[in-house]
T-cell receptor, first 115, second 113 residues
């Protein structure tokens, strides 16, 4: 059964600090790994999409890494801001591109940035 | 990109009633999707709605409980029928654009008493 496990479940850090969120996936076949940010009361917004051949991808202060051998990904947030408070969802896809077929979603990490 | 709006944004309903959620996209898209996000759980795909054909439902979801309409390329509705407290959830509309990118609507937060 395809699964995506995220850790930690929740995290509280002080504004300005860095943090790293983890994602382990068991998805076969596997094509790409996505990270989404979901603000409270909003839908998920894409941060990064990495194919199995990519190791890292950045989007501003967000940097995602992927190790397809160990089936692990991480999302690193640098110099956190209050607006980073949100849930971060890891998603594994069996197909190339950014479509919606066969996606396996993690439960998300709930991140709180404190001033 | 695609801008998606949903109505209502939230609602509180009584057990046994039905609620229809509307999803409007600012551009024509072939594929629209409906997801459920229960508290503390991951997003779960309910069904795929293509214009001009019957919606395709995922395992565990049936048309009688979640009827879907897709009258044109920019609009879809999802009805949650004969609601029970277990249907309390966030319901999200999603589309895939011609560039094969997926976008989500803001969601409809449903509470069933």
């Amino acid at each position: 059964k395809n699964q995506v496990e995220q850790s930690p479940q929740s995290l509280i850090i002080l504004e300005g600090k860095n943090c790293t969120l983890q994602c382990n996936y068991t998805v076969s076949p596997f094509s790409n790994l996505r990270w989404y940010k979901q603000d409270t009361g909003r839908g998920p917004v894409s941060l990064t999409i990495m194919t199995f051949s990519e190791n890292t991808k950045s989007n501003g202060r967000y940097t995602a890494t992927l190790d397809a051998d160990t089936k692990q990904s991480s999302l690193h947030i640098t110099a956190s801001q209050l607006s980073d408070s949100a849930s971060y969802i890891c998603v594994a896809s069996p197909y190339s591109g950014g479509g919606a077929d066969g996606l396996t979603f993690g439960k998300g990490t709930h991140l709180i940035i404190q001033p | 990109s695609a801008v998606i709006s949903q109505k209502p944004s939230r609602d509180i309903c009584q057990r046994g009633t039905s609620l229809t959620i509307q999803c409007q996209v600012d551009s024509q898209v072939t594929m629209m999707f409906w997801y459920r996000q229960q508290p503390g759980q991951s997003l779960t795909l309910i069904a795929t709605a293509n214009q001009g054909s019957e919606a395709t439902y995922e395992s565990g979801f049936v048309i009688d409980k979640f009827p879907i309409s897709r009258p044109n390329l920019t609009f879809s509705t999802l009805t949650v029928s004969n609601m029970s407290p277990e249907d309390s959830s966030i319901y999200l509309c999603s589309v895939v654009t011609g560039y094969n990118e997926q976008f989500f609507g803001p969601g409809t937060r449903l509470t069933v008493l």
